[in-house]
Structure formats: C-alpha cells, structure tokens
C-alpha cells in the first residue's frame, strides 16, 4: 500500500438536499493509520473515511463522531471485501450516527475485549450507529479460554446487520448486548440479517452465540428487535441465545441443526415470534425454554428436534420462591400459542422441579398448538403441577397425557410440505392450529454481506485426493507434509520406520492398501501429534512400539501439548496395534491440556500390550465443568493386557452448560486390562462427570473395575448385557445428587 500514492483526502462536493444551507462532505481515502488517524481529528458530519483495499494489520481502530440523522459520518472499505483487518485488530465506535460497512476480521484475534465494541470507553459510548456487511471469521484469541466478545453492542439505537460472524473458537459470547449502564438500558437495538455461521461445540460454559442482558441488570428492559438472522450450526453450549433482559423481540430468525436453545433465561415481556427450528435429527437440537413473567412465544416453527432435559424442543421451567436475581424465576402469564411441534421428541412442562425449584407455572396458557410426531409418541413430559397451564384448543396425532387430554385434541393429522418448506396440515379445519402459512423463513442467502462466501470450514474427511505412498524412507512424513486438506494417504505393503514425529495439521485419512500389510514402528516419544486444525483416521494398518525410545510416558497419539484451539477428530479401523511396552505408562492417546475433541472413534481395532492407559482424556483438573471430547465411541475392538485404564473421560465441577460429554462403547472384549498398579485410578474405565454413557455388550476378563462417578446434569447411563468375568461389578456414585444413583445396569453377567 505504501508504494501507491493516496491524496490524503479526496474532496468530493454534496449538496444536501435536507438542509437549508449547502455543505460540503468529504471522503477521506487513507491508506495508513497515520493518515486515518488525521482524518478523524477532521471529520465532519456527512464525511466518510475510506480505508483503502488491502490488509491492514494489527489496526486498532477508534472511529469517533457526531454525524446527524440526515448526514451520518461513514467508515467503509474502498471495495466491500477487500479491507481486511488482521493481526490484533479491533474496532471501537462511539458517538452519533455513525455508520461502518465492508471490513473483514481474519487472521489474527482482539487483543482487547471486543472485535467490535459501540463505546470507545465506559462513558464514551455509541448511539444511533451501525454496523454493516462487516465480516468477522474465525478471529479466535489463541487461547482458548481467554474470554472476548466479537460484537458488543451498547448505547442506545445502534444496529448490527447483515453481517457474517463465523467460526468463534475461544470463550466468550459471540454477539453481547450489554445493558451494563444506564445509557444502555431500554436500548432499541437491532440485530438483523446476520448470518451467525458454525460455532465448534466450546466444551464449557461460555460458547453462547447471542446474549441479550447479564442476570445482574435483568429486571431492566432492553427492547433489543433481534430479526432476520441465520444461525447455522451454533453448537458452542446449552444456550444459543440467552435473553437475560425484558421487552426484547426475537422474528423470524431460523435456527438450522443448532445444538442448544433460544432461552428466555432473564427477564420479563419477551416476544418470540415467527421462527424456525430445524434440527434434523441432529443429537440435542433444542428450541424454546421459558423462564420468567410475561413471556409470548407465538407462531414458531420447530421440526425434527431431538434436545432432551433444559435442552428440550419446548421447554417451560419450574422457578424458585422469591427467587434471587440470577436464579430461576416463576413463570407467570406466559403465553404460548399457535406453534408448531412437529417430529419434537420432548416438550418438557415444570422442568427443574426439585427442592428449590418448587414454584410451578401459573397463570399462562397453551392453546391452538400443533403437536405431530410420526412416530406417534407423545413428547410431554410434567415434572410438576402444570394446572397453572391453561391447555385450550391444542390438537395433536399422538395420545396425550391425562392431565393434558382436555385441552389436547387427538386426531389423525396428514402432513404437506408447503412452498416455504414447512409441513401443515392439508385438511383447512386446521388452519388457525399451529404454525401460520404466513411465515416466511429466512434463506441462508439472505443473509450476511452477499460479498463473501459462507463456506465451511471444516474438511471431511475423504474429500481430497488419493495419494500412494511407497514403504521407503520418510516417505510418510513426507507424504503428510506435502498433503491438503480432505486427501487420502494409502501405504503400501512393507514396512515404514519412522524417524520424526508426524504433525497432523490438516483433515488426513491414512489407510494400508491392504489391510494389515503395512506396518509402522516409530522412533520418537510419539508417532502422530494432533495439531491445530488436524484430523486423522487411521484404516487397516498395523502398528508397533518395538522401535520406540526406551523411556517412560511414550504415546502412539497425542495432540499438541498446549494451547489447541481447533476441535479435532480422531478415527482408528480394522488396526492392530501392539507392543506399547518397552518402558512403563507408554499409552495409545493423550490429549493435551486444553484440546478438544468432537469425536474420538475406535471400531475394530485389536489392542496388544500396552503398559499405560488407552485413551487419556482426563487433562482439566480444575473442575471449572471443562472437558476434552465430546463424543468417544469404543465399538467392536478387542485389548488385550492394557495395563492402565482404557478410557478416562473426566469433566468435573457442577457448572450444567454443556451437552457432553458422552461414552459409547459397545462389544469389545477386554482382557487382563486396568490393573496395573501405576493405573491410580484402579480402573478399567474411569468416567466422572460424563453425561452419557453407554456400556453394552462387552466382556471384561480379568480387568479392573468400570467406575463411574455422576456429578450434575442428571446424567443418562446404561450399562446393559455386558459380561463381567473375573471383573468386579460396575461401581457408581452420586457425586452431587442425593439418595441411590440413577445409572440403568441391566442383564449384566458376573461370573
Ligand atoms: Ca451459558
């Protein structure tokens, strides 16, 4: 940029039409923070600075102003796109009128606590000011748990819209409205037309894609309109968007495979109307849960929800008596009518009740609802007295529960897809039950800027090319280093020793042309380090540690140490793999402190000789409810003489934000495993805090027991026709709950 001469200021005349006397705007080009810098001091209302095209690094940029309704100052991109902040980059607004359009956040992160803040400082702060076609992707603070908002909305009457935020990786709510002064309350905010792309699954609280208040100020009204967006796969936590504020509107938004709910967790007078849910099936998509007064929840669209417990499709919440400010209120005069609930398998009524949350709904009612499952079950479950519930005019396709049927219609219903993609009834008697035909869900298309891309950003697995790679020296450290993304290494017969650690920096899949025919020794601590932005599977290869460094604490995977940001895969199939013994606690897989896995799966492999543990995924020993994978599946393998434990799985603390994580593990045959003395938690399996847990079908021979500790959350465990020879019986506990635990052990074979 430096090489092209700018005119510090191009001078262009306007004449206004909308006031008396004639003004001149300016449109300052600049193309250095020096220069943007001296722009500012000169703006007037009516100018616009122009950043001009190319990457602009480690800008921290303050735009200040009193622009007027009629002549806004105006901060924009010569070419919408093109204007890419990178490095420690930031934005800070604050004055009147103001309005931003056509940056790009990527590559790099905030070193402050926004991407993008309405308010310079504490008192300084934004009004009547707007965001727009800005774009901030994947602009994730390295380290994970370092906590940043990517929009923080404050001020009064300031919009952000179609806008593109994707890919947050690191703690902190995406987009913040902050009521945290008296100039932020009753703020008249608009959120629209963004496209919120995929949030990775966080692993802890604090992955929320849209907040609205703090509990703290929650009494206080906001009226914040949130209309018109996109949410596509926001997975970060339990809670999609929290409402933690009064009077705020949320239309016409569509929530696409988004594991989590829409929460009216805070605050009163809500209005949540014309959206739509489609979970496809997806594991813990949620939709609605209602908390607190007042709340309308009308004509919304929920299809093929799977979420269960507060994460339900429908959720209304028991609250506390005289309930401190931050904990469950009672809901009153909630109104719920005119939704569709279509393929929801749970509606969850007086959810929470317990001990402290006694007090049930009142005051409210449920009418001219649609309830249809095809598979006929009904999805309500009543944790309470629901009498304060009025159910009118309801009609549903399944049975329903006594103390519904009055108000609960049950009729044959058949279903048409309409032209906006939603199913209604086809007979017209039913044309004022559910859902109106009226609603008209925003397309993907139609939000963000229309400039930039909504591409995935992660790689499938497969989806690049085929590579042979030849039983020669380095051959397969090379391979990897030269591969891209999605490609296919396949190893031919023969042997590979390998001298230096493979990094795993990008999707690979790695698999013996024929299976068992090629095999790998390696000579370092480990052979394959997950790194940021890798995923490996591995098919059909035989491995052994005989040429392994004859020292303790050897892996065969692990991932980066330390400050993994990306959610990573790991696969292994129809692998032998032995000899992990040539000095103690040389395990199959450790994870590093702070990595996350979305799913580790293992499916018939044969495990020999291993003297540490298996898969170590116990790393977050801080109990701050922080874990390591999300989903571990253990299918159809056999170990044999796993000195420590096969699996780890540990999340502690009492924190309930998170859906994971969960254990499946099915017909394996362990023997002789667990039972070293180095193994410390004296265990086969050790699971603590794991929410679900599947043990079926598998038989243990002369192993150490399977432990598992129950912490909160209520968690779902099944431990069912497995076989226990020589094995003690499955030990578990209620960490936090009182009275026996909750686990299912079922036809369970002990010999
Ligand atoms: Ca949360």
Known sequence: MNSIQYLKAVTVLVFSLCLSSQVIAKNWLVDSQNSYNNALQQLQAGDSIILAEGTWNDFEILFKGEGTEQQPITLKAQTKGKVILSGQSNLRLSGKYLVVSGLVFKDGYTPSSSVIAFRSNKEDLAYHS????????????????????????????????????????????TVAVRLDSKNSLENHHQIDHNYFGPRPIFGSNGGETLRIGTSHYSLSNSFTVVE??????????????????????????????????????????????????????????????VINKDQVVRNNYLEGLTGYRFGSGFTVMNGVPNSTINRYHQVENALIENNSLINVEHVQLAAGSDAERSAVPINSSMQNNLIFNENKQQPFTLFDDVSGIKFNGNVANTSALSALASGIKQQHIEMKRANNGLLYPVSTTLSNIGAKTSITPISKSDTGPSWYAKVDSLTAFDSGKTIQVPAKDDALFNAVLTANDGDVLVLANGLYDVRKVIDINKTLSIKAKNQGKAKITFQRSTLFQISNGGSLTIDGLDISGVNSPDAAGNSLVRTQKWGMLDNYRFVMRNSNVSALDINHSFHFFDSGRGAFADYIELSGNHFTNITGDFLRLDKEIEDLGIYNAEYVIVNNNTFNNVQGALVKLYRGGTDESTFGPHLNMRNNTIKNSGKSNRNKTASSLYLHGVQVTNIEGNTFDNSADVVIEHTVGEPKTAVKNNTFDNTASPSVKELHAQGPHTALLLNNKQS
């Open 228 to 289: 018109n967006n996109y949410f596509d796969r926001c997975d970060g936590e339990v809670e999609i968007i929290s409402i933690k504020s009064g009077q705020n509107q949320i239309k016409n938004n569509v929530f696409f495979e988004s594991r989590g709910t829409l929460t009216l967790r805070h605050g009163n007078g809500n209005i949540i109307e014309d959206n739509v849910f489609f979970g496809n099936g997806v594991d813990h998509t949620g939709g609605i849960r």
């Open 130 to 173: 707007r965001v727009t076609e800005v774009v901030i992707d994947n602009f994730s603070n390295p380290d994970k748990q370092e906590s940043d908002y990517w929009v923080a909305l404050y001020g009064q009457y300031n919009r952000f819209d179609h806008s593109y935020v994707s890919g947050k990786r690191n703690k902190g709510v």
